[in-house]
């Protein structure tokens, strides 16, 4: 009897310790700590034209999706794009909105938040990258993107007779948002943004 009462003891005093020395491993998950999500949407590689640097897309959407998974409604949700490395070829493109205010959310609902990038139309920029992270925050609430990551700009590759000429997104309605691209192949004109545009809604790009 008293060798269980001190196994009981012991066990206890363990627990304890675990409380204090690692907290997260045994604290209850709750709905403040865990009432947002925020997933990437877009892929982290953008470019220049391989040919032509001076020439063709230099805006790139990069979004992510906020979910609320509080249980309950969230009101003034910020949506902060914020950079976490240095380069003067990567940069929001002035007037891109920044932060991104969502009215409210519903539980269970999810917003896409797209910002916008400009490349630095020079050859210097190919094969550059700056780190960034999405942050939503409502009251307690806040969640990112995972870290680290990245935008990468790429070479986007064309023959002399090839060009890619923008890359268009917006703009949104009910949470659909068009994206175009417009680029020639040959001889030919190719318009991606045909009327209407391409929509990526809730299931992403």
């Known amino acids: 009897m008293r060798s269980k009462f001190y196994f009981l003891l012991l066990s206890l005093v363990i627990l304890l310790g675990a409380f204090f020395v690692f907290p997260g491993l045994i604290s209850p998950v709750s709905a403040l ?5 925020v997933t990437p949407l877009t892929w982290n590689i953008i470019g220049l034209d391989s040919n032509s640097p001076l020439t063709g897309p230099r805006y790139f959407p990069v979004g992510a999706k906020v979910c609320n998974t509080s249980g309950g409604l969230l009101t003034t949700v910020n949506v902060d794009f914020q950079w976490q490395s240095a380069n003067t070829f990567i940069n929001l493109r002035t007037g891109s909105l920044n932060p991104i205010v969502i009215s409210s959310l519903a539980a269970g609902a999810c917003y896409d938040a797209y910002f916008e990038v400009d490349v630095t139309q020079n050859a210097a920029a190919f094969d ?5 992270v999405i942050t939503a925050t409502s009251g307690a609430e806040s969640a990112s993107t995972p870290q680290p990551r990245e935008l990468f700009v790429e070479r986007l590759i064309s023959q002399n007779r090839n060009a890619t000429t923008d890359v268009l997104f917006g703009p949104s309605v009910a949470n659909l948002t068009s994206v175009c691209w417009r680029f020639n192949e040959s001889a030919c004109w190719w318009d991606v943004c045909h009327s209407p545009c391409r929509q990526y809604g809730d299931s992403g790009l």
Do not use: Q
């Open 33 to 37: 700590s865990h009432g947002l999500t």
């Open 128 to 132: 550059t990258s700056r780190r960034y």
